[in-house]
Structure formats: structure tokens, C-alpha cells
């Protein structure tokens, strides 16, 4: 099968799963878009686990204006192919919140190149865009804590009025501490370094507590 007759079969297994209240809540909370079933991620996650892994079909997936058909590529994309080069063709699709963590979740915490995903995409004034590259951060083992101390300034500075960025850090400064427990020293100075804003403001609260706990 080509990539259409495979995306139509891939569908018709989605449209099995179809939800039309969850859809319409989602829509109304902001995490919009071209169209939308409404199928929860425990089910996509379920139904692709069948699907091979296959670059080129996750981009065409990708590029389609279905919710779920983005949310699955994240799945079927093998991530020893995504390289420095294809930065730009997925930061592009980054639509919502959602996507930005489902894609961190699914394929950038996979990636070889996690450190240098972080300097690029942390400087993007697209909250979206740097939130996936934190929280794909904290999750891959090739993260390092100075990239990540970087990165996370960075952010901060690009969008110091987000609360999805301060989650974000927070969630990567809890990752590199538990690898390695004198990070804690440095992120007093971390937070020095940042701009004083609403973002940097809820990063220090929640860090506060939360490294209490790695």
C-alpha cells in the first residue's frame, strides 16, 4: 500500500474510536484543530503499538490536518532518523500544548541530537515549540545538565510569560538533579540569571519543593 491507502486504513481504525463530545470540549479549551475524533491518547498510543516504525509515513501523517493522524506520527516515527536537519519540518506542526507533549513524549526524548534540539528550540518565542524541547529534555538520557542550564534560561528570556515554559524547566531541572545531585548547587544561580517575570517567578516556587523530593 501506498502512504494514502495506509493513512485511510490508519483512519478508519481512529474513526472506530471517535468521541464527538471530547472533541467539541477540546475545542473549547484552545487545542484546536483541522479536524479532530475526539480518540483519547491511551487509545491512539494503543492502536499504533501494531503499526511498523516508518519515517516517511509519520511526515506524511504529520503534514495532515487530523489531530489524531499528528498524534500518531509522534508514534511511527523512528527517531534515529530525526536528525538537526528535520528540526524545522517538526517544530513547524507544533500546534497546541498537546502535540507539543504528546511529540516530546513519543519521539524528541528518543532523539541522538536532544542537546542541540534544546539550544535551537529553546530560543523560540513559540511557547509551544520550546515546551516540547524541555520536556522531551527531561525524559532523554543523553540530556546534558549544562545544555539544559542553558536552555532553560533561554526559554525564560524568549517567553517570560508562560506558564507551560516554567513547567517545562521545572520539569527539566528535576530530571538532570535526580542524575545528579550537585545540580542542585547551581540553580540558585540558574534563577539569578533569569529575567524577573511571571515565568521565572513560578519556576522558582515549584522548584522550591519539588527538588525536596529528588
Known sequence: MDYTQRMIALLGRVR????GAVAESMATHNQKYGLNYG???A???EIVADEPQDYGFAKYLYQQQVRELKLCACHIADAK???????PFWSRGIANAELAEELAFALL???YDINS???VWSTESNEMIAYAALMAASRNDRTTSEVAFIAAEKAVKANPNSVYIANGVVALMCYVAS???SVKVGIPTLLEHMPDCPTKAKIAEELEWQLEYV
Open 81 to 87: 532518523q530525526l536528525d538537526t536537519h528535520e528540526f
Open 43 to 45: 487509545t491512539l498510543r
Open 117 to 119: 534540539l534544546m539550544g
Open 179 to 181: 542524575r545528579d545531585k
Open 39 to 41: 480518540v483519547s491518547i
Open 109 to 111: 526524548s528518543k532523539i
Open 16 to 19: 472506530k474510536q471517535m468521541n
